[in-house]
């Protein structure tokens, strides 16, 4: 696609709820990040993928969260039992290596945990 | 552990002015810092990457400037526009990890 797709941009979910937030990268990017945006705070680095394995996931900030990505393409963010404090943007960017190449955002899928 | 600080976080201007947006990190072993714009309810929209041996980037009005060895970078925008109103953030990707740490945001408004 021409950009960094994700999907819904909008989520309003029960506490307690699972949801997945799902990301589209460009085609052939092989480098994909997850990010959360909380109000008023800065982004906060969540898992980095090459390919389909992810060698970082050290920002996950619960067992609560997982995330993958299957054929070196497409990648969902699973939030089980979700929190009050889950309500964030949630980012995805990809790039097409490591490092020294430019990262290019989606628009954010918006979680509401109410 | 890499820290990014962007200073002012805020900033009003009159259009036409020149401005500068600071960000500084504590790190220099870093790949390359990226500015970002973002737009409210939107995502991040890359304006510039510099390579941890370049010195500056330019695009159009917008000059990026590297010290890595000071932990500095600015971002000069010439002639400022009030579509140039948006939050301006500071990435640094950090070097021995993959991922980009992000500063708080320069929220730039550009009054008419």
């Known amino acids: 696609g021409a950009g960094v797709s994700q999907s819904p941009s909008n989520k309003v979910t029960e506490k307690g709820k699972d949801v997945e937030l799902r990301c589209d990268p460009i085609?052939?990017?092989?480098?994909l990040y997850w990010y959360r945006q909380s109000l008023g705070q800065g982004l906060e680095f969540l898992i980095y993928?090459?390919?389909?394995?992810?060698?970082?996931k050290s920002g996950l900030p619960s067992d609560r969260f997982s995330a993958e990505r299957t054929g070196g393409s497409v990648s969902t963010l699973t939030i089980q039992r979700t929190q009050q404090e889950d309500s964030a943007v949630y980012l995805c960017?990809?790039?097409?290596?490591?490092?020294?190449?430019?990262?290019?955002f989606g628009q954010g899928t918006r979680l509401t945990v109410v | 552990k890499q820290e990014v600080t962007q200073i002012p976080a805020a900033l009003s201007v009159p259009e036409g002015e020149n401005l500068v947006l600071n960000c500084s990190f504590t790190?220099?072993?870093?790949?390359?810092l990226q500015w970002f714009r973002q737009d409210p309810g939107k995502g991040l929209t890359s304006l510039l990457l510099?390579?941890?041996?370049?010195r500056e980037q330019t695009s159009g009005r917008l000059n990026a400037s590297l010290d890595k060895s000071s932990g500095r970078s600015t971002l000069y925008i010439a002639a400022s526009q009030p579509g140039d109103s948006a939050t301006y953030l500071c990435?640094?990707?950090?070097?021995?990890?993959?991922?980009?740490?992000f500063g708080k945001g320069t929220k730039l408004t550009v009054n008419p």
């Open positions: 960017a990809s790039s097409l290596a490591r490092r020294n190449t430019e990262a290019f």
């Open positions: 085609s052939g990017h092989t480098a």
């Open positions: 993928f090459q390919g389909n394995s992810a060698p970082d």
């Open positions: 790190d220099s072993a870093i790949y390359n």
């Open positions: 510099i390579q941890s041996s370049q």
């Open positions: 990435a640094v990707c950090e070097g021995g990890s993959e991922k980009l740490v």
